[in-house]
């Protein structure tokens, strides 16, 4: 064999060799640095951009949840007979003026105060339950708005929840002054007795309902010395209701 074909042999295959190891090591190692980017080689990762769609999607389906329920939110303002004022929210429940709050908002002799959509109603008590802490009432209103009871079985740690209430401002001019707030968090855990939340909240906020991301509602708000917001489950207001 001729000296000048052994070259050529040779060279093809320090190139065959060259080849592969550009193509499956040298192109993958330098097509991941950043310098590449800028040229567009390959698809950038797109790990962010799902995220951030993710991200937007569930914001998104938070305001309209939001928007869904909030008309089901009532404010509640009580003076104890003892002058403390009370401050929380409940939730229509039925659409004929049916409506659940913490037992501990409307005391007995206290002078209550109950605003739907702005507006106050007037009401009945009907019967409470200091065990429970649930107090049921009787608006006058009819055709009210209501929300869907979520079920506890589907419930799981980790899902997405918010609270929904009535926060109240100074009286101006003789009208009383009031917003509505949410704060969103996570399950961490429950049972048939209570839900377990990470939401930090004021005791402002006690008797709001608690809704999954669907605006179903899970239960009302009980909120700890601390602000830790944990809520009497939809299963124990339903069976205090009778239904």
Avoid at 36 to 58: D, I, R, S
Avoid at 178 to 197: A, H, P, R, Y
Avoid at 208 to 216: A, C, H, T, Y
């Amino acid at each position: 064999m001729s000296k000048k074909l052994l070259i050529i042999i040779g060279m093809f295959i320090i190139g065959t060799v060259g080849g592969i190891f550009a193509d499956q090591i040298l192109w993958p190692y330098f097509v991941e640095r950043p310098l590449f980017y800028e040229y567009n080689l390959e698809k950038n990762p797109v790990y962010v951009n799902e995220t951030n769609q993710v991200y937007v999607q569930e914001n998104t389906a938070l305001v309209e949840a939001v928007e869904r329920v909030e008309k089901t939110v009532v404010g509640v303002r009580t003076k104890t007979k003892y002058g403390t004022v009370l401050q929380g929210s409940g939730l229509v429940v039925t659409s004929d003026g049916l409506m659940v709050t913490l037992a501990e908002l409307v005391p007995q002799g206290g002078t209550f105060s109950f605003f739907l959509d702005g507006k106050e109603a007037s009401f009945q008590v009907l019967k409470r339950d200091l065990q429970e802490n649930l107090a049921l009432l009787k608006l006058s209103d009819s055709s009210l708005t209501t929300v869907g009871f979520a079920s506890l079985d589907k419930l799981k740690t980790g899902e997405r929840v918010f609270l929904l209430g009535v926060v109240f401002g100074p009286e101006e001019e003789g009208i009383q002054q009031m917003e509505k707030s949410v704060n969103e968090g996570i399950i961490k855990k429950f049972d048939q007795s209570l839900i377990e939340t990470n939401i930090i909240e004021t005791g402002s906020l006690k008797g709001s309902p608690l809704f999954n991301i669907k605006g179903e509602v899970l239960g009302l708000s009980v909120i700890n010395s601390k602000g830790n917001v944990n809520a009497v489950p939809i299963s124990k207001i339903k069976a205090f209701m009778g239904m």
